[in-house]
T-cell receptor, first 115, second 116 residues
Framework: AQTVTQSQPEMSVQEAETVTLSCTYD???????LFWYKQPPSRQMILVIR??????QNATENRFSVNFQKAAKSFSLKISDSQLGDAAMYFC????????????FGTGTRLQVTL | DTGVSQDPRHKITKRGQNVTFRCDPI?????LYWYRQTLGQGPEFLTY????????KSRLLSDRFSAERPKGSFSTLEIQRTEQGDSAMYLC??????????????FGSGTQLSVL
């Protein structure tokens, strides 16, 4: 079974600064998907970014980018130019290919953004 | 498009009672998922439907849990004889799967269940 580990329960960043959230995972599969989801106080999970394991290029979405290290089974999220609206819980998630979206989530990192 | 709707937003019940939650997916989405999220944890997969067919159930889904999606539209999740360990947030998500397009889940805001 796959596992996802987020070792940072909480992180804090000043507005306009950059922060990196860590995620490691364990799998014996060679092809899979990785995701970062944001969960604000409204509780609705929102997809931030997605990475396919077969792609060597790191995914980027505006201010969000990932550092995908397949051999190390590491998938970190970098948020640049942090904004107050970025404050939320961030979850890393894993999904096998060829199956429905049965995601395996980590325990989350709470991100605080300060002025 | 109003997104994925879940009702109720909060539910407080006594141990042993039955509860039912409802999820209305985004119109025309053919897949619907249920996840459970306990305090301090990430969501855990429970079950999913492709149209009206329930295609997979997690081992987390005990016999006291039943989910339906009649006519492939809204879904209900019922918990019979609730236990304190059932206290959690129940999240619903939907997606449109067509050909080789990448599947993207859209989540609702969940139903928070408290079993006293």
């Amino acid at each position: 079974a796959q596992t996802v580990t987020q070792s940072q329960p909480e992180m804090s960043v000043q507005e306009a600064e950059t922060v990196t959230l860590s995620c490691t995972y364990d799998t014996s599969e060679s092809d899979y998907y990785l995701f970062w989801y944001k969960q604000p106080p409204s509780r609705q999970m929102i997809l931030v970014i997605r990475q396919e394991a077969y792609k060597q290029q790191n995914a980027t979405e505006n201010r969000f980018s990932v550092n995908f290290q397949k051999a190390a089974k590491s998938f970190s999220l970098k948020i640049s130019d942090s904004q107050l609206g970025d404050a939320a819980m961030y979850f890393c998630a894993y999904r096998s290919t060829g199956t429905a979206s049965k995601l395996t989530f980590g325990t989350g990192t709470r991100l605080q953004v300060t002025l | 498009d109003t997104g994925v709707s879940q009702d109720p937003r909060h539910k407080i019940t006594k141990r042993g009672q039955n509860v039912t939650f409802r999820c209305d997916p985004i119109s025309e989405h053919n897949r619907l998922y249920w996840y459970r999220q306990t305090l301090g944890q990430g969501p855990e997969f429970l079950t999913y439907f492709q149209n009206e067919a329930q295609l997979e159930k997690s081992r987390l889904l005990s016999d006291r849990f039943s989910a339906e999606r009649p006519k492939g539209s809204f879904s209900t999740l019922e918990i019979q004889r609730t236990e304190q360990g059932d206290s959690a947030m129940y999240l619903c998500a939907s997606s449109l799967v067509s050909g080789s397009t990448n599947e993207k889940l859209f989540f609702g805001s969940g139903t928070q269940l408290s079993v006293l």
